[in-house]
């Protein structure tokens, strides 16, 4: 009798836990959002400026893409290197992260607190190429001068801003495992089908949009693969159409969607 007491104890009083865990996230948000909507005006005139993305999804998406950038941003510590802070420099880096992961649940990569920002390219390591960006356990790093021209689209193709964050993704996910999407781990899965074979190709020699940088491991086949597909996804969709349409399963969105919406609307 004892015992079923107990149990009942046990079960009652993790459930009266997860209710008021619930509870408290509820509460959180709320109190967020009250704050953000303050600022609201403000993140919108930055991610606006720079966002082709941002600036052709419907009102409603264009809240949420805010209001994560708002979240993501307040979540982390950024460190600036050799480079004077503005205001609009955690908020882009923030917005680039949640442009990636728009479409998924889970947005926020708890697992990196600090983000640095470097001034240009960087030497790390043993390496002796220099780096424009680089995710390891102690955080996400970024040069800024490379992050801005990505941003502007003024290197075709590339986004370092993007790729990094394309590899912070897969970290999270897949190394430390600390902030699993279900969708993204499981579709993942059906992604890597698409995609071995055509990493093999490239590593064989294949020439293809996605460039010879992607052949140097898997890792970066799929930071270069994030960036195309947001860079170039008419090109992307036309040359590799399964691999695009893989990417646009895996990350619940789909930019050429974005693109014809927003010309329709126009
Ligand atoms: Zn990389």
Not at 15 to 41: A, C, G, I, P
Not at 56 to 68: D, G, H, I, T, V
Not at 220 to 237: I, L, Q
């Amino acid at each position: 009798m004892e015992i079923v007491f107990i149990f009942a104890l046990i079960v009652g009083l993790i459930l009266m836990q997860s209710t008021l865990l619930d509870w408290f996230n509820k509460l959180t948000v709320r109190r967020h959002y009250q704050k953000f909507l303050s600022q609201e005006t403000f993140y919108h005139s930055i991610v606006s400026r720079y966002f082709k993305y941002y600036n052709r999804l419907n009102l409603e998406e264009q809240r949420k893409f805010l209001f994560r950038t708002y979240l993501f941003r307040k979540a982390k510590k950024f460190h600036y290197i050799e480079v004077t802070e503005t205001p609009e420099m955690p908020i882009l880096v923030s917005a680039v992260s949640v442009q990636l992961t728009l479409g998924l649940d889970k947005f926020l990569m708890n697992y990196f607190r600090d983000i640095y920002v470097l001034r240009d390219d960087y030497h790390y390591g043993f390496y002796s190429r220099p780096f424009q960006g680089h995710v390891d356990h102690s955080g996400i790093y970024l040069s800024w001068d490379n992050f801005m021209k990505g941003l502007k689209g003024q290197t075709p193709n590339c986004n370092v801003g993007l790729h990094e964050m394309g590899h912070a993704l897969a970290y999270v996910n897949f190394i430390t495992q600390t902030e699993e999407d279900k969708h993204f781990k499981k579709e993942f899965k059906n992604f890597s089908k698409v995609a071995r074979p055509i990493f093999t190709a490239i590593q064989e020699g294949t020439k293809t949009l996605l460039g010879d940088y992607a052949a140097t491991n898997y890792h970066e086949f799929w930071a270069v693969s994030v960036e195309v597909f947001f860079e170039n996804p008419v090109r992307f969709k036309h040359d590799l159409p399964e691999l695009y349409d893989a990417m646009a399963r895996l990350l619940k969105q789909d930019p050429m969607d974005v693109f014809l919406n927003a010309r329709l609307a126009a």
